[in-house]
């Protein structure tokens, strides 16, 4: 309703690009524009959710560095 992304399309899209998967990366990127997402809020999310995996694995799990709800 608001173009807000559901964890799952996030985890899918991030999944994707991580696999070196550009055509289901690209296909993702598709139905969020088709499905009427915010891209630029997507942008935000992407680099908030890759900046908790890249400070997890850099703190070898410490939690308490990541910023996400429980």
């Known amino acids: ?11 899918a899209l991030t999944g994707a690009v ?4 550009i055509v ?4 993702e990127l598709n139905e969020l524009e088709k499905a009427g997402k915010d891209l630029a809020r997507l ?3 992407l680099l908030g ?3 908790n995996l890249l400070l997890y694995q850099v ?6 560095l ?3 709800s429980e």
């Open 59 to 64: 703190s070898r799990g410490n939690l308490a």
């Open 1 to 11: 309703m608001f173009g807000l992304l559901s964890r799952a399309q996030i985890l």
């Open 66 to 68: 990541l910023e996400v």
């Open 49 to 51: 959710h890759f900046r």
């Open 43 to 45: 942008v935000s999310e």
């Open 24 to 27: 289901k990366a690209l296909g």
């Open 18 to 21: 991580l696999d070196g998967d």
